[in-house]
């Protein structure tokens, strides 16, 4: 059994948690994805441009596919945590993509570097740093272009996998500030 004084104690450590949580979920909490009038979710077709120019050596090609078929799920599950319906489309002239609160969003690798993981790994400093370039635009229900951008991102962390999630981070919060502002 607690004393007086340590239920005291207790019982204000608890009020103080409380009210720094409450805090914390009305002023920090992450916005999610605008919905229609209706209150449907927004949809959001991604298309990946996979394409490599032709005079990619074979080992770059290799690691652009590599990118890619990491990129484009975890994009799909990033803008689902936004709140975003999210699926795949294999081309940019769909079928449906000019329904109400259907949009496209092309993305694009500009330029992808693997860097050196022993460079990372024994000098540091920044040193073999992977750096991912993308290019992409978000394209509305009446063919209008709503945002586009260019982030890029690189790292002297050791899993290449975090230049493509800070990316595809970037390009979500782009599209989610931008419908935020008006459909």
């Not at 229609?36 to 990619?56: C, H, K, S, W, Y």
């Not at 460079?119 to 009446?142: C, I, Q």
């Not at 790292?155 to 990316?167: F, G, I, L, N, Y």
């Amino acid at each position: 059994m607690l004393s007086t004084s340590h239920r005291f104690r207790f019982t204000h450590i608890v009020n103080i948690l409380l009210a720094l949580g409450l805090m914390l979920g009305a002023c920090g909490g992450r916005q999610g994805a605008p919905t229609l009038a209706n209150g449907q979710r927004l949809a959001i077709m991604v298309f990946l441009d996979r394409t490599v120019a032709p005079e990619t050596p074979p080992e770059k090609v290799q690691q652009l596919q590599q990118v890619q078929d990491w990129m484009e799920p975890d994009l799909l599950a990033v803008l689902r945590d936004a709140g975003y319906d999210a699926a795949s489309i294999q081309a940019t002239d769909a079928a449906g993509a000019s329904a109400p609160g259907r949009y496209t969003l092309r993305v694009q690798i500009m330029n992808y570097n693997g860097g050196s993981k022993a460079a990372r790994m024994f000098v540091g400093w920044g040193a073999g740093s992977a750096r991912l370039d993308t290019h992409f635009e978000l394209v509305g229900p009446n063919g209008q272009s709503y945002v586009s951008g260019s982030p890029g991102v690189s790292t002297s962390r050791s899993d290449w996998q975090h230049v493509v999630r800070k990316v595809n981070q970037e390009i979500v919060a782009s599209v989610n500030l931008r419908l935020r502002q008006g459909l």
